[in-house]
C-alpha cells in the first residue's frame, strides 16, 4: 500500500468517483470533498460532505480534516465544478456561477492545500479544465470562460511554485460518456467520447511522483471527436 494520500474535490461526481476507485485500487490514501453526499465510500476512504469549496474558510477546514486523519496531504485533484450551456442574452446570465463552481473552487482547494504540498518529496496539484474552452462555441461563453481561469489559475501556480516539490498541470477533456451527457445528445456516438475509467489513469498519472517533469501543461484528452 502505497503511503501517498490524495483529497478529490467533487469526488461524488462521475469522474471524481471514477478517479476515487483508480486510486483506490491503486492503495492510495483517499479522502473525498464534495458538496453534497454520494454513494458509500470504500472503507478507509475519508469522506468531507457538505463543504462550500467557493468559501475559502469550509476549503480550510477541509484541508485540515484531511491532515488530521492521513497526517500528510500529496496531491489534490481539483474535479468540482459545474457545467451550464445558455446564450448570451439569457435571462439570468450564469457567468458569475461559472466562476464560483469552477475557478473559486479550484483556487481555494489549492490555496488551503498548498502548505501540505510543499512538505511532501512529490507534492502535485491537477486541475480540470475543459477543451472546449481552446474556442468556445454557441451557448459556451459562461462555461469557456471559466474553464479558460481554471487553465491560467494552472499556469501561473505552475510558476510560482517551481522552486518547490509542487507540480501543478490540468487536463482538458472533451465530451465525458456519461450517462447525463447520452440523455442530453441522444443522436451523437458515444462511442467517441472519453471515458471516465480513462481518464482518471490520466489524472493519476498527473498525480504521482513519474509525472515530476511536467508542469504547467495543459493536456487534452479528447477521445476520438
Not at 474558510?57 to 480534516?65: E, K
Not at 485533484?77 to 464560483?100: C, H, K, S
Not at 487553465?151 to 517551481?162: F, I
Not at 482518471?200 to 498519472?205: E, G, M, S
Amino acid at each position: 500500500m502505497s503511503d501517498r494520500v490524495i483529497a478529490i474535490t467533487g469526488g461524488h461526481g462521475v469522474l471524481g468517483r471514477a478517479v476515487l476507485e483508480a486510486a483506490v485500487a491503486e492503495g492510495l490514501g483517499v479522502a473525498v470533498i464534495d458538496h453534497a453526499r454520494g454513494r458509500s465510500v470504500p472503507d478507509g476512504v475519508l469522506e468531507l460532505a457538505a463543504v462550500d469549496l467557493t468559501d475559502g474558510a469550509a476549503a480550510d477546514r477541509a484541508v485540515s480534516a484531511v491532515i488530521e486523519r492521513f497526517g500528510r496531504l500529496d496531491a489534490l485533484l481539483n474535479i468540482a465544478g459545474g457545467f451550464v450551456w445558455q446564450t448570451t442574452d439569457d435571462a439570468e446570465p450564469a457567468w458569475d456561477r461559472m466562476y464560483a463552481l469552477n475557478v473559486k473552487t479550484a483556487l481555494n482547494a489549492a490555496r488551503a492545500a498548498l502548505p501540505a504540498l510543499k512538505r511532501s518529496d512529490e507534492g502535485r496539484i491537477v486541475n480540470v479544465g475543459a477543451a472546449g474552452a481552446l474556442k468556445s462555441a454557441a451557448g459556451m461563453g459562461a462555461y469557456a470562460a471559466a474553464k479558460s481561469g481554471v487553465h491560467r489559475l494552472t499556469e501561473s501556480l505552475a510558476e510560482e511554485l517551481k522552486s518547490t516539490s509542487v507540480t501543478v498541470n490540468a487536463v482538458l477533456p472533451s465530451i465525458l460518456d456519461t450517462e447525463q451527457n447520452r440523455m442530453d445528445m441522444p443522436d451523437a456516438d458515444p462511442a467517441t467520447w472519453v471515458q471516465p475509467a480513462d481518464l482518471a489513469r490520466v489524472i493519476l498519472f498527473l498525480a504521482s511522483p513519474e509525472s515530476r517533469a511536467m508542469t504547467g501543461a495543459l493536456i487534452p484528452v479528447t477521445g476520438r471527436v
